[in-house]
Structure formats: structure tokens, C-alpha cells
């Protein structure tokens, strides 16, 4: 699978375009604010969330905070243009001492701070993270592992730890690397949320002390060609 990572997918861009790949650079480079409005417009689950002006939001941290109310979340630094790097980080406290540890962690210094906006994201514990590709042909592939996504979207994750689930164009059943009608079930559960709909997604299966049941969440959609239209394998 391709790395997706927020930290990193544009320094994987800019290495494939310096080696030529401007096609698939351009695939890799992310606008989050962008791919969670597609998320909300398709009508997938998606976290709750808000997008500040970083400049805003250091003054105002304690009442923002406070109206949010989540109890863990999930930070995302967006420069608004190049030259400045993107950071984040999950699972954090909603408090402001912990809000204000990350943004000296970011490196971001108070001159750049009108350089940003901040997505603030509630978060919950990972149990299960994925990703999952409908190609425009009708093929399906969906990677899942044991909390959360980030092993997938980097590829480090050993594949006797993924849970695999593909279905070619010339079938209408799906085909596993495991025997749990469980963890099939949820791979294919999360499959029907998207409908088929051509592109690349990627989701996780989170849980609450306020719930006896999986939650699953969208935090990602690309819709360029570059995946839509990957061929697979039918095999496992």
C-alpha cells in the first residue's frame, strides 16, 4: 500500500518527482481540510472536528478547548502555504499545558504562527486501523492490523499482521487471509460504508468507555486517477 502518512506523504511526493513520477507525486500530496469535506459530503462516519487559524487558537486555547470538550484529540499543523512543515500527533489530553507542550514540540515559532491553520480532531483508541482502494474496474483491496493505521500507511507493517481482503472485478465474493468470521465481517462492514465508490480510503475501528460496541471512523479519501485505476492481483 502507499504511504498516506500525514507526516511524511510529501516528502514521499517530492521523491517521485524528482525521479519523474509527477502523475503519482501529485496523488500522494494531501489537503486534509479538502479529503474530510469529501468524507462529510459522501456521508461516510467521520471524527468530529474543527479548522482555526493557529494564530486564533493560541490566544484562545482555554475557551476553545473547553467548547470542544472531547477528551482526547488530535492535532493537525497545516502550513497554508510551502516552505513549512506539516505536524501532528494523536491521543493528547484536552487541556491547554498539553496543547501548549505539542506546539513547542511542532517547532513552530509564534512568527509563523499566522502561516498555519489547525485542524483539532476528537480521538479515540485505536483497535483496529486500515486502509481500503475501489478501483474505477470494480476491484477491492482492504489491509487492516491491530490498532492503528499508521503501520499500514507506512508499509512496515509484516504482512503475517495484516488482515488482507480483495475482491476482483470477475467476482462478487470477497477472498481472506484469515479464518475469523469476525474480523471478515468487519473488513467487509467497512467496505459497504464506502459503496464501492472509487478511490483510496482509510478508516479505523475505535472504542469508548461510553460504548459496548466498535465505532468506525473515516480520516481520509482520495479520489485521483492514480488509484482509481490500479489493477490487482485476485489472488492472495
Known sequence: MVNTNQQNSDAWADAQARIGLHEFSHALRCDIKSDKLKLREIGLPVYDCRTYELSYFVLNTSRELREFGH??????FIPKSPGHHRYSDFYINNNEQDFRKLLSESGIGEKDFDKYFLVVSEC????????LINSDAGDVIIEMKLGDQVG?????????AIFFGRKSRFE?????NMESPQIRQILFSTWKYTGGLPGYFEFA???SMNRASLRTVFFDYRDNPVFRNIDFNPTL
Not at 477528551?71 to 493537525?76: A, C, D, N, T, W
Not at 499500514?152 to 503475517?160: C, H, K
Not at 462478487?172 to 481472506?176: A, H
Request: net charge negative; proline share 6%.
Open 152 to 160: 499500514i500507511g507506512r508499509g512496515f507493517v509484516p504482512g503475517d
Open 172 to 176: 462478487n465474493v470477497f477472498r481472506y
Open 124 to 131: 479515540e483508541e485505536n483497535v483496529f486501523g486500515g486502509s
Open 71 to 76: 477528551p482526547v484529540l488530535y492535532y493537525i
Open 205 to 207: 475501528l475505535t472504542s
